[in-house]
């Protein structure tokens, strides 16, 4: 079984792995961009080099374990948000490859609710594990990326994370934003803003007025008319009458599921859920 799936969108390329994570390659005439490198338990790099053998530019959404611990498989720069540098070398530690690889190992279809084995064939673990972060550089709010024909621009857009970005590809009007927001986005442990940060990086995702909003786990393009109702959500969020939830990190913050219209998790995939998922800290910025 080949372990990335590449396949050919609407103007992109679009890299998904067993374990629900996608990786975006953006291609222009002299340079291609390569958008966060996913848990990288396979070998991203030939991938990549399937589909172009354009000089490789990397952008890491945020800082999370399942968007950057592939960041070292490659010699290039990987261009992240400053606020996030840290972030990132913490979730690429040993301890939390180890975790990723049990992770993987007892996958689960959150649709079907059946378990599977994520890794790849033949995994060489001592080389996960001993990978380090990649070669970070800062990138901020305005910095702009000329792939040749293909334009990347950079929003600083908090939340999820403190450092988060999101990319325009103007050229399409599209912007990928990682997880910085969406149906279900994470707003807890000490990595997460308050939730009136994070309200206003959505509100300028919004503004944008962008063709598509491309994330991190969505196998669908979101569109501009979903994202009041995420902003819907985290305004509305109550954590006293939130549904708990079981996390991989940040258990200590007790999080709990938010969300719209008396909806829970059964009905996360059902059209027009939105919610966010708090910790405690986040009760008193509500009331």
């Not at 070292?72 to 180890?98: T, V």
């Not at 103007?170 to 442990?189: H, K, M, P, R, Y």
């Not at 995702?205 to 393009?221: A, E, K, Q, R, S």
Request: net charge negative.
């Amino acid at each position: 079984m080949t372990y990335y799936k590449t396949e050919k969108m609407d103007g992109y390329y679009r890299i998904g792995s067993p374990e629900g994570v996608f990786c975006y390659l953006v291609e222009g005439k002299e340079k291609a961009a390569l958008i966060d490198t996913g848990y990288g338990f396979g070998d991203l790099n030939d991938a990549v080099r399937s589909i172009t053998d354009n000089p490789l530019l990397i952008f890491n959404t945020h800082g999370h374990v399942d968007h950057t611990c592939g960041n070292g498989l490659f010699e290039e720069p990987c261009y992240i948000g400053e606020k996030d540098m840290e972030l990132c070398r913490r979730h690429n530690s040993r301890d939390m490859r180890k975790d990723s690889i049990e992770r993987a190992e007892h996958s689960v279809d959150y649709e079907t609710g059946k378990e599977f084995n994520g890794l790849p064939e033949r995994f060489d673990e001592e080389e996960f594990l001993s990978r380090g972060c990649g070669n970070l550089i800062p990138v901020k709010e305005g910095d702009t990326f000329d792939l040749g024909g293909a334009t990347l621009k950079v929003y600083e857009t908090p939340g999820h994370t403190q450092g988060g970005i999101s990319l325009l590809y103007e050229e399409q009007n599209l912007l990928f934003i990682g997880d910085a927001t969406g149906f279900f986005v994470w707003l807890f442990s000490d990595e997460t803003t308050d939730l009136d940060t994070y309200m206003a990086a959505v509100q300028k995702m919004y503004d944008l007025n962008c063709d598509g909003y491309i994330g991190g786990h969505n196998p669908v393009v979101m569109h501009r008319d979903e994202l009041p109702r995420f902003i819907q959500a985290a305004g509305e969020a109550d954590y006293d009458s939130g549904q708990p939830f079981q996390a991989f990190f940040g258990m200590e913050f007790e999080p709990r599921v938010c969300a719209l219209d008396g909806m829970t998790l059964d009905d996360m995939f059902k059209p027009g859920f939105a919610s966010v998922v708090i910790g405690k800290d986040k009760r008193k910025q509500r009331n």
